[in-house]
């Protein structure tokens, strides 16, 4: 062990000797790797789609299909079904309990392995979704996807934190939550295109999932693991030599030491999820927390899932509507272009606190043109149809750089090496959970609170925009072997992490 005093198993003061270079190597690697975000974004794109197709709601439900031709509905009601929110939810619940099972997974035998197994169980949802004939079968294929995404979101993220090195970190990590965009955009075209395939396109939309779900399977045995992993699994020396690889040299002494480290600290640990309870570990728990609560209390998955029922239901033609979810759906894509950009120069305070402020204004906006211009069973006028998703997408926009990717890079590397798989099942788990919650109540939520939703959802941006600039510390350029450092100069988390690594509750 190089000198100096152990933090959580690894030396203080290293960061500076680590080299190596970005090689052609890593970016292909994590740019396959990163194939799996676009599982997690073709479903959010599909789902809303499929929900507002007339062939789909008349085959499945038929009594909202009813409810949707009714002239006179109110608009904020016309899609409020429990079992057709099910159709949306039921994913993500499932993807929930496979996220727990995925973190020993991905511990005990690497994080390609848990990887393809999540490309695996979202094939065979995609195929059964095809196929179904019945409300059962349709959501059994939903459970097998969201095996899919509990696996592959709980594998990517670690993927990506671990292979680039430490300077480039943020924007390669952000790989996940392009993919996710490039995904939902992909989606949005599909189902714009297969909504003139009445009565069967659904069909075509459903299926068309297990494309992403091949492509993450391939990536998956291309691949090399992580040296972190590899290290950690007692593949020493097969961790060095891919660690040389990725940083292109061969004096990767200080690195690969913090790794050895940091690995020999984490096989102390027999228990991951009690030890991330202690004291030490408490700002990393509360990080994994928080971060993906308020991810999805923006608002955007409600935007994302139900983009075409909402439009709908704002008055806008089926055509219209799907048009305008696509639109949505681009802007996202490119808008997390500008946080890879920009997140390892600007850092991931600046981008999420600016980001919260524009969505909140955005909010704000299109609930005062609701209450006044949109009635119950009314239609707004095409000038302020085109104000509305104008700014809806300027709300997407922001949250494409900020909340969207930061909500999955801060989590995934603050962990330290005994932690981090935990770590990341914890923040995975509250993500799909709170994605399950407003994607089951929504359609509810938006019947009860009408343009009220958008005033609820800017409240919660306002709360976490505080939050960030209250307790989270910036994290550009800090080694992931060595976070532990960072919260102890932290104004609040400093009176909390001990400062001995000896020292727990």
């Given at each position: ?59 499945f ?26 159709f ?46 019945n ?13 899919g ?7 990517v ?79 020493t ?62 608002g ?9 029922v ?55 906006i ?16 095409k ?108 104004w ?14």
């Open positions: 062990m190089a000198g100096g005093a152990v933090v959580a198993g690894v030396a203080k003061e290293r960061a500076a000797q680590y080299k190596g270079r970005v090689t052609p190597y890593v970016i292909i690697t994590c740019l396959v790797a990163a194939v799996g975000g676009s599982l997690f974004g073709y479903d959010i794109g599909i789902s809303g789609g499929v929900t507002s197709m007339d062939g789909f709601l008349s085959h439900f038929h009594g909202v299909y009813e409810k949707k031709k009714r002239a006179h509905e109110n608009n904020y009601c016309k899609f409020n079904d429990q079992v057709l929110a099910a949306t939810s039921s994913l993500y619940l499932a993807g929930l309990v496979a996220s727990l099972i995925a973190s020993p997974v991905t511990r005990k035998y690497g994080r390609r392995i848990t990887i393809i197994c999540g490309g695996i169980f979202f094939l065979i949802g995609a195929t059964i979704n095809a196929a179904a004939v409300v059962a079968m349709l959501l059994l294929g939903r459970i097998m996807l969201g095996f995404i509990g696996f592959g979101n709980q594998a993220p670690l993927y990506l934190s671990e292979m680039p090195p430490t300077h480039i970190r943020g924007g390669v990590n952000m790989l996940f939550q392009l993919a996710t965009t490039l995904g939902i955009f992909t989606a949005n075209m599909i189902n714009y295109g297969t909504s003139k395939l009445e009565p069967w396109g659904w069909r075509l939309s459903l299926g068309l999932a297990a494309l992403p779900a091949s492509l993450m399977i391939i990536g998956g045995l291309a691949v090399t693991e992580t040296p972190n992993s590899l290290i950690e699994r007692g593949y020396e097969e961790g060095r030599r891919v660690l040389e690889k990725t940083r292109g040299t061969k004096d990767v002494s200080a690195e690969f030491q913090d790794m050895v480290d940091a690995s020999e600290f984490a096989k102390s640990i027999k228990h991951p999820f009690r030890n991330i309870l202690e004291r030490r570990n408490r700002p990393q728990l509360i990080m994994a927390i928080f971060m993906p609560t308020f991810q999805i209390l923006t955007i998955n409600s935007i994302l899932f139900y983009a075409p909402l439009f709908q239901s704002m008055g806008f033609a089926a055509n219209a509507s799907l048009y305008s979810s696509a639109l949505t759906g681009a802007v996202l894509a490119s808008s997390t272009l500008i946080s890879i950009a920009t997140v390892d120069r600007l850092g991931r305070r600046v981008l999420l606190i600016s980001g919260g402020i524009q969505m909140v204004v955005c909010q704000v299109v609930a005062i043109i609701l209450g006044a211009k949109l009635g119950p069973d009314g239609e707004l006028s000038g302020y149809s085109v104000i509305v998703v104008t700014v809806i997408c300027l709300f997407v926009l922001a949250f494409g750089w900020s909340w969207g990717p930061l909500g999955w890079t801060v989590p995934s590397e603050i962990f330290p090496l005994e932690t981090r798989s935990a770590g990341q099942s914890i923040t995975v788990a509250v993500n799909l959970f709170f994605t399950f919650a407003i994607a089951q109540s929504f359609l509810s939520l938006l019947c009860g609170l009408k343009f009220g939703i958008f005033l609820f959802f800017a409240g919660w941006v306002t709360i976490m925009t505080i939050f960030v600039y209250l307790f989270l510390p910036e994290t550009k350029g800090v080694p992931i072997e060595e976070m532990i450092l960072m919260w102890r100069k932290h609040f988390w400093k009176r909390i992490v001990p400062q001995e690594s000896s020292t727990d509750d």
